[in-house]
């Protein structure tokens, strides 16, 4: 088991005052079985008029709040204690053929099945297309196991995309991401989620944080040492802000999550915050404001073994 101190902070600055502002927040990581939360604080400033907790329909920890005060910044901050157990090793000799997967959720009634089945369709920022479908395709030949095709498709993202935070918005298609092969962790995931179902794949989208890497720099050297993922030995993507990866559905295993960003599957050092159909579902931040003429945002993560 590994234990972390989780912190996140987002600021918002405007260049004029907004009058009133209505949010809700994805910041907080999921109680898991495999995944303890403890110790959670959560901060806002200038102090809300409105704060209420609720969780949304996945299951996910989402905090409302209301400002009525004329503001030109709003500072969000949360931190909690994650004890984090690793996940069963990913055996794709354990899972069943794709075109089975398919089958079985499109036909099996149980809660589980449905509820998977609820992650085949379109959803916001994911629309299903021949063309995700070839892509997928190029992995999941007739009778492949599931496991192996998830494998293959998140190592090909990997290669054949290029990580170029400058390259997208959160408004790009992801049709233009498949088509022109550039973009974030976000673009990535929506791509591999695009192609598992335009096959018939259920498929989900998982926000959370990576361990973020040592500040140690090394000798002669002032920039950080980058932290390397065993036994592989690469350094991962995506650790000093919020992290985008997805999840398969297979009848006997359940979810069976990949990085497409990183190439790898999540284990010890990837927290999950939350899980819904697309980024649209779980954005850290999203709301109303009335005023504020624009604004800029800076977010900052940090995920560190707790030493206490």
């Keep these: ?17 907004v009058v009133s502002s209505h949010d809700e927040a994805h910041l907080l990581p999921r109680s898991l079985e495999r995944q303890r939360v403890s ?10 008029d409105t704060v209420t907790w609720h969780r949304d329909y996945f299951g996910n920890e989402v905090v409302f ?22 996940p069963p090793v990913f055996d794709p000799e354990s899972t069943r053929a794709w075109e089975d997967v398919v089958r079985i959720a499109r036909e099996d009634r149980s809660e589980e099945a449905l509820e998977a089945f609820e992650f085949a369709f379109d959803s916001p920022f994911v629309k299903t297309s021949a063309e995700l479908a070839d892509f997928g395709r190029r992995s999941f030949p007739p009778g492949r196991r599931l496991g192996d095709g998830l494998l293959e498709l998140c190592g ?25 092969r550039h973009g974030v ?15 018939g794949i259920p498929a989900r989208y998982v926000s959370g944080y990576l361990r973020t ?21 690469k350094e991962l993507v995506g650790s000093e802000a919020s992290h985008a990866w997805l999840s398969a559905w297979d009848p006997d295993l359940g979810w069976l999550d990949i990085d497409p960003t990183n190439d790898l599957v999540p284990g010890d050092r990837h927290v999950i ?14 709301g109303v404001t009335l005023g504020g003429g624009g604004h800029t945002v800076e977010v900052a993560v940090e995920v560190r073994p707790d030493l206490s």
């Excluded at 110790?39 to 809300?48: K, M």
């Excluded at 090909?156 to 408004?171: G, I, K, N, Q, S």
Aim: net charge negative; hydrophobic share 30%.
């Design 185 to 199: 962790c976000q673009d990535f995931a929506h791509v591999a989620i695009g192609a598992l179902r335009s096959l």
């Design 213 to 233: 890497r040592p500040q140690e720099a090394p000798p002669g050297s002032a920039r950080p040492a980058p932290e390397t993922d065993d036994p592989a030995g």
């Design 1 to 17: 088991m590994t234990v972390y101190r989780v912190r996140h902070s987002t600021l918002y600055e405007y260049p004029e005052a």
């Design 65 to 86: 709040f209301a400002l009525q005060t004329p503001h030109e910044r709003l500072e969000i901050r949360t931190q909690s204690r994650v004890e984090l157990r690793p």
């Design 273 to 286: 915050l939350a899980w819904g159909r697309d980024y649209d579902d779980v954005s850290p931040v999203k």
């Design 156 to 180: 090909r993202v990997h290669r054949e995309f290029r990580y170029d935070p400058e390259a997208t918005t959160l408004d790009t298609p992801v049709a233009e991401v498949l088509r022109k």
């Design 39 to 48: 110790e959670v604080e959560l901060r806002i400033e200038p102090t809300p």
